[in-house]
């Protein structure tokens, strides 16, 4: 069995409940769900764009805690409480994640704290990009 490391970053929205910002198994990064919220946990405000943006933002400042980096990312789940909002996210999105990692897209009935959009992410280890 792998050993197992919770990744922690004052730099990123900090977890809103009984988990950790990510977690090193082997050479696997798995990054929980990231709501745009700010480092001290403030929820942003603006635009679909902008909380996409923030999103992103926690999970880059969680891969660079971790040892990695965002070109890393071998796969995204991305949650909104409305498709009218993918055009929107997916524009920021596209922005962020250039080397087009595996991703689903799914909108659910409500995400934590009322936010529209949150964002999680399979990344690997290290900071050297095959891609």
Known sequence: MSEMKK???????PP???YTQAIIAGPT???SGQIPADKEGKL???????KTAACCNNIIAILKE???DISR?????VFLD????FGDMNGVYEKFFTHKPARSCVAVKQLPKGVPVE?????????ESKL
């Open 7 to 13: 990744v922690f970053t004052a730099e990123a929205c």
């Open 16 to 18: 809103a409940g009984p």
């Open 29 to 31: 990064i798995y990054v």
């Open 44 to 50: 942003v405000e603006g635009s679909i764009a902008d």
């Open 66 to 68: 971790a040892g990695s």
């Open 73 to 77: 990312v071998v796969k995204v789940n």
């Open 82 to 85: 409305d498709m009218a909002n």
């Open 119 to 127: 964002i999680e992410c399979i990344a690997l280890a290290g900071k």
